[in-house]
Nanobody, 120 residues
Framework: QVQLVESGGGLVQAGGSLRLSCAAS????????MYWYRQAPGKQRELVAVITSAGNTNYADSVKGRFTISRDNAKNTVYLQMDSLKPEDTAVYYC??????????????WGQGTQVTVSS
C-alpha cells in the first residue's frame, strides 16, 4: 500500500507561481513513472505532466514552457513547479504514481488532490 500526500496548492494572481509537492510513503515499494493530473469544474481530468524513473519528462501542450515536473527519488517525492499561471490553470491537481511491490505487483495510486486557484 502506498499513500500519497499532496501540498502546495493555494490562491494566486495570474502570472504568479506555485510549487506542488507529492510525497509517497508506505511499505517497501519502488516507483516508476510519476504523474500530475488536474481537473477543473465541469471538465474531465487531464494529464498535465509525467516523469519517468530516468528523469524523462512530457507535458500537455497547454502547460509546456510554464510548468516543470521533477522528482527526488531519495524522498519519494514528485514536484510540479508552475510559473506564469493563468486563470484557466484553476483546477484540483492530483499526483499519481506507478508503484511496484513484492507480492502485489504494479499498481497506480492517487493523491488526495490540492486546489489551485488563479485569479485575474
Amino acid at each position: 500500500q502506498v499513500q500519497l500526500v499532496e501540498s502546495g496548492g493555494g490562491l494566486v494572481q495570474a502570472g504568479g507561481s506555485l510549487r506542488l509537492s507529492c510525497a509517497a510513503s508506505g511499505s517497501s515499494f519502488s516507483i516508476n513513472r510519476m504523474y500530475w493530473y488536474r481537473q477543473a469544474p465541469g471538465k474531465q481530468r487531464e494529464l498535465v505532466a509525467v516523469i519517468t524513473s530516468a528523469g524523462n519528462t512530457n507535458y500537455a501542450d497547454s502547460v509546456k514552457g510554464r510548468f516543470t515536473i521533477s522528482r527526488d527519488n531519495a524522498k519519494n517525492t514528485v514536484y510540479l513547479q508552475m510559473d506564469s499561471l493563468k486563470p484557466e490553470d484553476t483546477a484540483v491537481y492530483y499526483c499519481n504514481v506507478e508503484a511496484w511491490m513484492v507480492r502485489v505487483g504494479s499498481q497506480s495510486y492517487w493523491g488526495q488532490g490540492t486546489q489551485v486557484t488563479v485569479s485575474s
